[in-house]
T-cell receptor
Framework: QQQVKQSPQSLIVQKGGISIINCAYE??????FPWYQQFPGKGPALLIA?????SEKKEGRFTISFNKSAKQFSLHIMDSQPGDSATYFC???????????FGGGTRVLVKP | KAGVTQTPRYLIKTRGQQVTLSCSPI?????VSWYQQTPGQGLQFLFE???????NKGNFPGRFSGRQFSNSRSEMNVSTLELGDSALYLC??????????FGDGTRLSIL
């Protein structure tokens, strides 16, 4: 049972463009939604996170948009750079415990 | 502040053997979680330890076990290894209720 669905699986964007990754969840008990960035040979690194009481959160070039009623959230990478080329994972977590449920990942390639 | 440290980084085992992986969390973090990452199944939660007690467990067979020591360091053990256990095993630590920070993992290959 895939509780967090992520799309697209891969994405190619030109330098300076906007990368958009979408996630949908099923379990309304989730109350914390982080995004992770992973480079080859490295572990996932926390990028930005949001809770359902906020509809948008921005940190630098990264923005999370959250739609509680639709049970969807998305990551926008503005002014994409070649160094942003990585795999991005959305995740969801319930209030109790530290179990992260991950989406399937999106491989982003930023062309110079 | 040092990050999450996992040892060893690479490991090669044969079917039927057992293996122990180690994780040293960020100083002050008492929660340690383990995840398995494979191309087919993605990132899947194995279990979480907090103050030496298992607090959460994922849907993995009993061959996968773990423990946490009083200094918050954690070990994960897999017995009777199968080919399908080949994966990147990731450890994450956090303050209780805080964001999880991952190590770079142990790459386990089963021959």
């Amino acid at each position: 049972q895939q509780q967090v669905k992520q799309s697209p699986q891969s994405l190619i964007v030109q330098k300076g463009g906007i990368s958009i990754i979408n996630c949908a969840y099923e379990n309304t008990a989730f109350d914390y939604f982080p995004w992770y960035q992973q480079f080859p040979g490295k572990g996932p690194a926390l990028l930005i996170a949001i809770r359902p009481d906020v509809s948008e959160k921005k940190e630098g070039r990264f923005t999370i948009s959250f739609n509680k009623s639709a049970k969807q959230f998305s990551l926008h990478i503005m002014d994409s750079q070649p160094g942003d080329s990585a795999t991005y994972f959305c995740a969801a977590q319930k209030a109790a415990g530290n179990k992260l449920t991950f989406g399937g990942g999106t491989r982003v390639l930023v062309k110079p | 502040k040092a990050g999450v440290t996992q040892t060893p980084r690479y490991l090669i085992k044969t079917r039927g053997q057992q293996v122990t992986l180690s994780c040293s969390p960020i100083s002050g973090h008492r929660s340690v979680s383990w995840y398995q990452q494979t191309p087919g199944q993605g990132l899947q939660f194995l279990f979480e330890y907090f103050s030496e007690t298992q607090r959460n467990k994922g849907n993995f067979p009993g061959r996968f076990s773990g423990r946490q020591f009083s200094n918050s360091r954690s070990e994960m053990n897999v017995s009777t290894l199968e080919l399908g256990d080949s994966a990147l095993y990731l450890c994450a630590s956090s303050l209780s209720g805080g964001p999880q920070h991952f190590g770079d993992g142990t790459r386990l290959s089963i021959l």
